[in-house]
């Protein structure tokens, strides 16, 4: 009998989804470069399901019912290159070649076209939920053209998460499209991340123990930041290592690796001039806690207040923080589904933000209950940003002098919190009748003659600032 799919690369993503398939009742043929993987899969998992282990390309491909469908799960990059060469000789026009690896959306971009002239489907699927959610049911952004997705839809809705009975997986776009949301969606990933830690800090700078902050988190969990993040942050915070009796955090290092997401999230907000400050601030927040360099020159010579904060009401206190925290993530959440509306736009994709939100709602990383409130409120409302949806606005409101109090006392105290400082400064960038920018054209006009335009008359002007001073009409 003929597999239905094929999952090349059998680290653990790759098997974890192969064996979701084969627990779905989907027989799926199983390919790694070296074969030894395979036959691990094989001898821990083979029962669970219809397993063809394929020990070559040639047979793997000879083991699917066409048209063919492969997904590959490697490293993305390079390794992803040398998949696609060694099976697109192998396969015939019409077949599916997948990339479920965190892969750049313009190299997507790239091997879809050069195999669409070869009569192959390339389609890049953004997979999230790590290695649980590859299990047992991870939220899926799959790309590429609508027809491959008329194949390998149904496959991928049957083994994604389930919202109340709805799949977390809905076709997102062409090409890259898939990518481009699945990169989006780790930007905001970083920021609640940072988001969290930027809450952490400012409890323990507030005197609470460690076990205290667990237990707030906890509470938090059950409101409106109930979120996966959330609530594994306590868990984290419960772990006592075995060596010190101390708390496991107290003797991690404090420098946060990244794979490239969240910085490709940074870089195309910049490419497309999209303000996407909190997100950004949450990958420089890794960058300068990873530089050893810069932080052994200046901690020791820098100076200021002591980081801690002296709290007369410490619940008072506690649900500023909340506050400051849901705020920032509303602001993340915005700016990132801000990104996925530009990025639509600049590539032709007609993504529905209301969907992209519905499939982050289970099985994703970031899946949040703040995520039903943004689908519900997209698919109400036609809003060019989050933040405009009428209840936001209005919790936005009542939210913000907390928020406000929170970076008071934060940089009274010295405490950094590059997310929740930056996610306030867009807000009241946002809600500002006049920006500083005119005085910006004033000076760009002054050096450069580079023109500004007035509020009260069309056309661009120039003042003849090393002349007369008057002003003229360039166009
Ligand atoms: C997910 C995660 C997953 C991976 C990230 C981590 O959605 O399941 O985002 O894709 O854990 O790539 O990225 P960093 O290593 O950059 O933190």
């Not at 690369?9 to 043929?29: D, P, Y």
């Not at 990873?290 to 709290?311: E, F, K, N, Y």
Request: negative net charge; charged residues 25%; proline residues 4%.
């Amino acid at each position: 009998e003929l597999a239905s799919i094929g999952v090349v690369g059998m680290a653990v993503m790759g098997s974890n989804l192969a064996r979701n398939f084969a627990s779905h009742g989907h027989r799926v043929a199983i390919f790694n470069r070296s074969y030894e993987k395979t036959e691990k899969v094989m001898a821990e998992h083979g029962e669970e399901g219809g397993f063809i282990a394929a020990r070559t390309p040639e047979e793997l491909v000879a083991s699917l019912e066409k048209p063919r469908r492969i997904m590959m799960m490697v490293k993305a990059g390079a390794a992803t290159d040398a998949t696609i060469e060694t099976f697109v000789p192998l396969l015939e026009d019409g077949d599916i070649l997948i990339d479920g690896g965190n892969a750049y959306y313009k190299d997507t971009q790239r091997r879809e076209v050069a195999l669409r002239d070869k009569g192959i489907h390339f389609v890049g699927v953004g997979v999230s939920g790590g290695e649980e959610g590859a299990l047992h049911g991870p939220s899926i952004m799959p790309g590429g053209s609508a027809h491959s997705y008329e194949f390998l839809g149904p496959l991928l809705e049957d083994i994604s998460a389930k919202f109340n009975g709805e799949p977390c997986c809905t076709y997102i776009g062409t090409d890259g499209a898939g990518h481009f949301v699945k990169m989006v969606h780790n930007g905001i990933e970083y920021s609640d991340m940072q988001g969290i830690g930027e809450a952490f800090s400012l409890l323990r700078a507030a005197g609470l123990s460690v076990p205290e902050i667990s237990d707030i988190f906890r509470e938090w969990n059950t409101g409106e930041l109930d979120s996966y993040l959330i609530e594994i942050t306590s868990e984290v915070l419960d772990q006592v290592d075995a060596k010190t009796g101390k708390p496991l955090i107290d003797v991690v290092v404090d420098a946060a690796g990244q794979k490239g997401t969240g910085t490709w999230t940074a870089q195309i907000a910049l490419e497309l001039s999209v303000d996407l400050n909190a997100i950004a601030e949450s990958v420089f927040a890794r960058s300068v806690s990873s530089s050893p360099d810069l932080r052994a020159a200046l901690q020791p010579l820098l100076q200021g207040p002591d980081q801690t904060i002296a709290v007369e009401d410490r619940a008072a206190f506690v649900e500023d923080v909340r506050q400051a925290l849901w705020a920032s993530k509303v602001v993340a959440y915005s700016q990132g589904l801000d990104l996925i509306r530009v990025g639509a736009k600049e590539y032709g994709w007609e993504i529905d933000v209301a969907a992209v939100a519905k499939i982050w709602r289970a099985g994703c990383i970031i899946r949040a209950k703040l995520l039903d409130r943004i689908s519900n409120e997209y698919a109400a409302n036609s809003l060019t940003n989050l933040l405009e949806a009428p209840s936001l606005v209005e919790d936005m409101g009542n939210v913000q002098a907390g928020w406000r109090r929170t970076l008071g006392q934060a940089i009274a105290a010295g405490v950094p919190t590059p997310v929740f400082s930056a996610a306030l400064a867009y807000y009241d960038s946002a809600r500002s009748p006049r920006l500083p920018a005119f005085l910006i054209q004033g000076q760009r006009d002054f050096f450069g003659a580079h023109t500004y335009r007035r509020v009260d008359e069309e056309g661009t002007f120039h003042i003849e600032w090393s002349g007369d001073r008057s002003e003229s009409k360039v166009d």
